[in-house]
């Protein structure tokens, strides 16, 4: 199979999407109802059956199905069977395709995750909405973390990161640059937005490996990876980094193939509008650059979006193989959309495309793909073909089914939680503590001749005052430390840092035991000091 069968033209010619341009990428677009995610099984499942792996966003829960045999007892079979007469189709059958189903919040899939320093400054940057200047000091953070050895895992990770830059702002700035305290904050406020989107679940270990979106089955069919896509979607950045980041990971580690002969594997986002509502010019660019330079990697993105101006024009310029189904013409900006869509197609001479765009009926489509020579095909106002599998949502019994045989089962279910920036800070913390202890009850000298349990980060800084002030009143701090410590490590609070949280219990308490309501901000610095 070299094509795709897409439906029956109105010129009674086969319309079709050519797995040698499937990389060049593709539109669906239509109003609500018009038959957008159907079009999107149909296609699916037969790359899958021409052997290429498929990713897709599931929006709203409708595309599970594409992992079961249709049935003619299902609802929608009278459809189905309806439109394979009609497009003559003697050999319609009804089958299933080989599925993974994945959710980065571990709910109805496995979980999607990666790590803060896979991700890296740039694409966090750009979640985050920085600025240059902050931009620059998260690089700083980093390029620290990475001096120091410290692991960047998840967002525990960098919240601990940045309460130990922000603490240690003017040291940092005398060795890397300007680390104002102001830029820290910020970053630090973005991450709890990020986190408050449900972005904690998505850091973190074991990370995806790549590789396993790309295979096959033994039978040679791709597998279709479903992303549970439906609580994502409240959290358009997050989502959209997602996006970016996936279609990096693929850039990073494909081979150049220039166009294959059909794809490596081929991506299909729902609701893409919600990718570009409110992103960030910059990621905005960012898509368009990654979407560009996938292609040669033999990686194709289709979008699905109701209406074709959402698609900024940068990456729907880009977009060779079109599925146009109905839109309306209610208001001055759905006129604009149908001109825009019309524009966008090789015209046919007998056909007036912007009336049959508002004429199309469910399950029509005007389609227009990439010949071989790379041209535009004629736009033909087409009859989609019918998917062989169930339309709309599987049971959660058949769902832990398709999970129970899925080949990463026990991969990635569970989260592993290994020892990282947070968990050394922390530790470094205890450490000072203990020494602080140490030294109100042995002296000093006694201490100070002992070997340093956990090397400081920045030796020679701080030391003395620290100790100092430890030894005035240094008796409960241990305790308290352990158990914040302990505290965090029940994640009741997973982003509060460890770090400034214990110094803050710490310099609270130190306060009251010298009973001095005020000392537990200046403790608080002390403290800050002892965690070097
Ligand atoms: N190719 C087709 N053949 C037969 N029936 C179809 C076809 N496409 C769509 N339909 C019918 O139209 C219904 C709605 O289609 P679909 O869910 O694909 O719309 P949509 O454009 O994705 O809508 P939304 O924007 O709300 O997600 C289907 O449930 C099915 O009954
Ligand atoms: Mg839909």
Not at 29 to 52: H, Y
Not at 182 to 200: E, F, M, N
Not at 339 to 347: E, M, S
Request: proline share 5%; hydrophobic share 45%; charged share 25%.
């Amino acid at each position: 199979m070299s094509e795709i069968f897409l439906g029956l033209g109105g010129d009674g010619e086969r319309q079709v999407l050519r797995l040698g341009r499937a990389n060049r990428h593709g539109l669906v677009a239509g109003a609500t109802g018009t038959g957008k995610t159907v079009t999107l099984q149909t296609v699916a499942e037969q790359f899958s059956a021409a052997g290429v792996p498929v990713f897709l966003a599931d929006v709203k829960g409708d595309l599970s199905g594409i992992s079961m045999a249709g049935s003619p007892q299902f609802k929608n079979a009278a459809i189905l069977e309806a439109r394979a007469k009609e497009l003559g189709l003697t050999d319609y059958a009804y089958s299933d395709n080989p599925a993974v189903f994945w959710d980065i919040y571990g709910e109805q899939g496995h979980p999607v995750r990666t790590t803060i320093s896979e991700m890296g400054p740039l694409l966090l940057a750009r979640l985050m909405d920085l600025n240059e200047t902050q931009e620059g000091v998260l690089n700083i953070v980093f390029r620290f973390a990475d001096e120091q050895g410290l692991l960047l895992l998840d967002l525990e990770d960098l919240q601990a990161m940045l309460t130990y830059t922000a603490e240690h702002a003017a040291e940092l700035s005398t060795k890397y640059g300007n680390v104002t305290k102001a830029s820290v904050g910020t970053i630090q406020r973005q991450l709890l937005a990020l986190d408050s989107q449900g972005a904690a679940q998505f850091f973190g270990e074991p990370a995806l490996e790549i590789a396993d979106f790309i295979r096959c089955d033994d039978k040679g069919r791709g597998y279709i990876n479903v992303l549970a896509a439906d609580k994502l979607m409240r959290s358009p950045k997050l989502y959209a980094t997602f996006l970016l980041w996936l279609l990096s990971e693929l850039f990073e580690v494909l081979p150049e193939v220039g166009d294959p002969e059909k794809p490596k594997l081929v991506f299909f986002f729902d609701e893409a509008h919600l990718l570009f509502d409110d992103a960030p010019k910059a990621l905005t660019d960012k898509v368009e650059q990654v979407v560009r330079l996938v292609r040669s990697k033999g990686v194709g993105v289709y979008f699905i979006s109701q209406n074709p101006i959402d698609i900024p024009e940068a990456i729907a310029g880009q977009l060779g193989n079109r599925v146009q189904h109905a839109l309306r013409a209610f208001t001055p900006r759905d006129k604009k959309a149908i001109k825009a869509a019309a524009d966008t197609f090789r015209i046919n001479p007998a056909l007036d495309v912007e009336t049959a765009i508002t004429e199309l009926k469910v399950g029509e489509a005007l389609v227009s793909t990439l010949n071989d020579d790379g041209s535009p095909s004629i736009v033909q106002r087409t009859l989609i073909a019918p998917p062989r599998s169930r339309l709309g949502p599987i049971e959660p019994k058949e769902r832990a089914i398709v999970q129970s045989i899925s080949p990463f089962a026990g991969k990635y279910d569970t989260r592993v939680d290994r020892e990282s920036a947070m968990e050394v800070l922390a530790a470094k913390a205890a450490d000072a503590a203990a020494t602080a202890q140490e030294v109100a009850q042995k002296g000093t000298e006694e201490v100070g001749k002992q070997e340093r349990k956990s090397p400081g980060l920045w030796d020679g800084i701080g030391g003395r005052v620290a100790k100092a002030a430890a030894g005035a009143a240094a008796g409960s701090a241990g305790a308290i430390l352990a158990q914040t410590i302990q505290g965090k490590k029940s994640r009741a609070s997973p982003t509060a840092s460890a770090a400034s949280a214990a110094g803050g219990a710490i310099g609270d308490a130190l306060g009251k035991a010298i009973g001095f309501p005020g000392l537990g901000r200046f403790a608080r610095n002390l403290i800050g000091g002892l965690m070097r």
